[in-house]
């Protein structure tokens, strides 16, 4: 099933800078649900909270990997998600991050395609590594929707 | 041993929040040309919802060397809600003061069924944040 696919493992699919904003995290907050109130401050600053770890993979993916996705590969669905959180990451703090395949496998009949993101801060160290696993959508995968994710 | 839960919903209002308007997770219409029966909840919102579990649980160790890794089993629809767990496993008894907290978690949705599990970690010092 792979051998239609034209990425390769290694290949970079995307990269995306983001400084986010107060405005910005409680516009999160609000579709989560997440009380404000359960966010750490800034040490330094109390007036800065620090954004829920999963909100920045979750505000660059567009541009990480979901447009490559759209024109690389197809519909598809997260069937798995991982994520390592090194430091904190708060409202105005610029962060950066490249993205590349890091494992293309069959499993179940299934082909799955793993994206994996580094996050790194100003100084250059690591914040944050974002590692999920794609599930390529085809006729057999959606014909055993009702039965669970594939 | 730390057992935690709670609910969240989902209805079409938040899913377009979270995904945007007009894709498989927010428009049953786009989903359906994906062929899907039924826009369905982003994997990262269900992710999301068991990173809150933690959040609650042991607060800002988890921003800073927490891990979580969550499988994703069953799809979730608009109009649903679904019980996040979190419990705490028993740490080894030679286990030092550098230890992570380890955590299983999973979600289940109104039938009972698992849409989700995996595993959680956080820095040993949280324990001191957790209820």
């Known amino acids: 099933m792979t051998s239609s696919l034209t990425v390769r493992i290694g290949e970079k699919t995307g990269e995306a800078a983001i400084t986010v904003t107060d405005e910005m995290l409680d516009e999160y907050l609000d579709a989560v649900g997440l009380p404000s109130g359960l966010l750490p401050r800034h040490p330094d600053d109390a007036s800065r909270r ?16 979901a447009y490559f996705l759209v024109k690389r590969i197809g519909n598809a669905l997260r069937t798995k998600h ?28 299934r082909t799955r395609v793993v994206f994996e993101a580094i996050y790194r801060d100003e100084c250059g160290e690591d914040c944050l590594i974002d590692r999920r696993t794609i599930t390529i959508l085809d006729k057999a995968v959606l014909g055993r929707f009702a039965g669970g994710r594939p | 041993m730390t057992v935690a839960s709670f609910v969240k919903s989902f209805d079409m209002e938040r899913m377009i929040a979270y995904s945007g308007p007009g894709n498989l997770h927010s428009s049953d219409e786009a989903a359906q040309k994906a062929g899907l029966p039924k826009a369905i909840v982003q994997g990262g919102f269900l992710v999301a919802c068991l990173s809150e579990l ?3 649980e042991y607060g800002e160790p988890y921003f800073s060397g927490g891990s979580i890794a969550v499988n994703l089993l069953k799809p979730v629809t608009a109009g649903t809600s679904v019980t996040c767990f979190l419990a ?23 039938d009972g069924d698992l849409c ?16």
Not at chain 2, 88 to 110: H, L, R, S, T, Y
Not at chain 2, 116 to 124: D, H, L
Request: hydrophobic share 40%; proline share 8%; aromatic share 6%.
């Open chain 1, 82 to 109: 991982e994520m390592h959180y090194l430091k904190p990451v708060y409202v105005g703090m610029p962060v950066s991050a490249e993205c590349h395949i890091a494992d293309i496998y069959e499993s179940k009949g």
């Open chain 2, 54 to 56: 933690m959040i609650r």
């Open chain 2, 88 to 110: 705490e496993e028993a740490p080894a008894e030679d286990a030092d003061e550098d230890a992570v907290i380890q955590c299983k978690i999973w979600m289940e949705n109104e």
């Open chain 2, 116 to 131: 989700a599990a995996g595993g959680a970690t956080v820095p040993a010092r949280a324990r001191g944040n957790s209820a």
């Open chain 1, 50 to 65: 620090a954004l829920p770890p999963d909100f920045v993979p979750k505000a660059t993916m567009n541009r990480l990997h």
